[in-house]
């Protein structure tokens, strides 16, 4: 049903089903750039109210980099697990649940991650590379203590950071549970339609497709990658 998604002809519905995730991960950018810089200015260079444009010249790059690469991938992933199987499911989907799950996803990915993980990098780096160093972390409960202890000076922007991505998850779920709606109506009202679609979904590749492919040209991956029968991936319509 992805596929179909992606290839489904009219524009302001296929916009609805694909952009929410586009529009996710954009949020969780903003949210951990911002969470990551702020810490990374308390606990690098110890002045929490350094401004962002200075914070990202001066500091170290990589909890910035880690914070946004480790927030979109978990964002995505909790996406795909949570979000789009129930989203493109048979049953139609319950509205508050989803909006729920969406909500939460966002916050988990786009706050709780950032906050939790950029404390216990800029520990690292700190006693790698700089000259102050840290008391070392014996056992989790320190680890702990340093990842509630490091994000104390983003924790005034908790709450629009919150109220920001669950703006953007409520957005994003009711605009592709209307997609989703108008998707399956035109597939049960017109069949032919439905079977054009489908036929010409199934012989577009994917990411996945088009990776295994790439990979099966390599020498090593070659003899490794097992090459689906045709027979098995003719679509049934």
Not at 16 to 41: D, E, Y
Not at 152 to 166: G, K
Not at 171 to 176: E, F, M, N, P, V
Not at 178 to 204: C, H, N, P, V, Y
Request: glycine content about 6%.
């Amino acid at each position: 049903m992805s596929r179909l998604a992606a290839s489904w002809p009219y524009e302001n519905e296929r916009r609805a089903l694909n952009w929410p995730v586009h529009v996710g991960l954009f949020a969780n950018m903003v949210s951990s750039a911002l969470i990551c810089t702020k810490i990374n200015a308390d606990m690098v260079l110890f002045n929490a109210r350094t401004s962002f444009f200075e914070a990202v010249k001066k500091a170290p790059k990589a909890p910035l980099v880690f914070g946004i690469y480790s927030s979109g991938v978990t964002f995505f992933v909790m996406h795909q697990v949570f979000i789009s199987s129930a989203l493109f499911g048979e049953d139609r989907p319950c509205s508050s649940c989803l909006l729920s799950t969406s909500a939460t996803v966002a916050i988990t990915s786009g706050v709780a991650v950032p906050m939790l993980s950029t404390p216990y990098l800029c520990h690292y780096i700190q006693n790698g590379y700089n000259a102050k160093h840290f008391p070392p972390l014996k056992n989790m409960i320190e680890v702990l203590t340093l990842c509630w202890e490091g994000s104390r000076a983003v924790r005034p922007l908790v709450p629009a950071l919150i109220a920001l991505q669950v703006a953007v998850a409520a957005a994003s779920t009711y605009a592709a549970l209307w997609g989703r709606s108008r998707l399956f109506d035109t597939l049960d009202s017109d069949a032919e339609l439905a079977r054009d679609l489908m036929i010409g979904a199934q012989s577009k590749l994917g990411m996945k497709e088009k990776l295994t492919n790439w990979l099966a040209n390599v020498p090593f991956f070659g003899g490794v990658i097992r090459e689906t029968p045709p027979e098995q991936e003719r679509l049934q319509v």
